[in-house]
């Protein structure tokens, strides 16, 4: 069974930055994704670590977001940095790439201008 917990939202000024954290257990195989939903908009793809480590960031927070995973714990990570006004939503963890999909409860980020 997987579980999924997200921490580390927060309101912060804009240019400032967040670490979120998503506390996993029995994610091995699978896609580990970090989204977003802003009011009346539709859940984004933030970022992912594919099965083989790799990760892939949306085109509006690479070079600002990093996704990383604890080396000795099954904690994952998303570092925001010059954080913009547009970054506000809910963000949510995921595990995906198997069948069934999880999704933890989401986490609010509120950034002011």
């Known amino acids: 069974q997987v579980q999924l917990v997200e921490s580390g939202g927060a309101s912060v000024q804009a240019g400032g930055s967040l670490r979120l954290s998503c506390a996993a257990s029995g994610t091995s195989g699978y896609c580990l994704r970090w989204s977003r939903q802003a009011p009346g908009r539709r859940r984004e793809a933030v970022a992912t670590i594919d099965t083989d480590g790799s990760a892939m960031y949306s085109d509006s927070v690479r070079g600002r977001f990093t996704i990383f995973k604890d080396g000795t714990r099954e904690v994952f990570y998303l570092q925001m940095n010059n954080l913009k006004p547009e970054d506000s939503g809910m963000y949510y963890c995921?595990?995906?790439?198997?069948?069934?999909?999880?999704w933890g409860q989401g986490t609010q980020v509120t950034v002011s201008s």
């Open positions: 995921a595990a995906l790439c198997r069948a069934p999909n999880y």
